[in-house]
Structures are given as C-alpha cells and as structure tokens.
C-alpha cells in the first residue's frame, strides 16, 4: 500500500498558474502509474492527467490539453502537477491517484487538495 498526500492548492486569479505536488510515502512510486483527477462540487470525479510508470508517456483529458502537465520524480517520490492559464472552470478538489503495474484500476488515492480560480 502506497500513502499520497497533495499539496500545492490554493487560491490564483483566472490566467495564474499552480503546481500541484503528491507526495508518496510506504512504497516506491517506481512500479505505479499515476493520474489526478478532480472533483467540482455537486459534480462527478473527472480524470484530468495520466503519466506511466517511467515517465515516458502521458495523456490529458481534452478540458486541460496543452495548459497542464503531469510529471514525476521517481527518486524524490512525486508526481506533479503543472497547472497554467487556468480558468474558473478549474475549480475542484484535485485529487493524485497510484496503480500499481498489473492492477487494472486506481486503487491508491491521496486527501485531495482544493484549487480554486477566480474570475
């Protein structure tokens, strides 16, 4: 079992930008895929970014295509995200996710952390 704690939420003004960390603990993210999601209020969890074990490929959901950018550092045991010219739109509780390398599903999530963006 693998323990995330996000961190790097808060408030910016529509156009800021914010980095969101995940910070791993309990195993090696070498052997997980990773992703944030997001949940907006009153609305379903939405998956945002994806990034495989290496590092070497990733996939964006098409809201966020091209303004935010998933990473990881597998020595320092995090994953990122990159998150630019951000919109109202935005505005969720961002969630990092972890599966592990034969499993099917995300099964390891961290507490969340609220971005919010403001007009």
């Known amino acids: 079992q693998v323990q995330l704690v996000e961190s790097g939420g808060g408030l910016v003004q529509a156009g800021g930008s914010l980095r969101l960390s995940c910070a791993a603990s309990?195993?090696?993210?070498?052997?997980?895929?990773m992703a944030w999601f997001r949940q907006a209020p009153g609305k379903e969890r939405e998956f945002v970014a994806h990034?495989?074990?290496?590092?070497?490929?990733?996939n964006y959901a098409a809201s966020v295509k091209g303004r935010f950018t998933i990473s990881r550092d597998n020595a320092k045991n995090t994953v990122y995200l990159q998150m630019n010219s951000l919109k109202p739109e935005d505005t969720a509780v961002y969630y990092c996710?972890?599966?592990?390398?034969?499993?099917?599903?995300?099964?390891?999530w961290g507490q969340g952390t609220q971005v919010t963006v403001s007009s």
């Open positions: 309990g195993r090696t993210l070498s052997s997980y895929a």
């Open positions: 990034i495989s074990m290496s590092g070497d490929y990733t």
């Open positions: 996710a972890a599966k592990y390398e034969f499993r099917a599903e995300y099964d390891n």
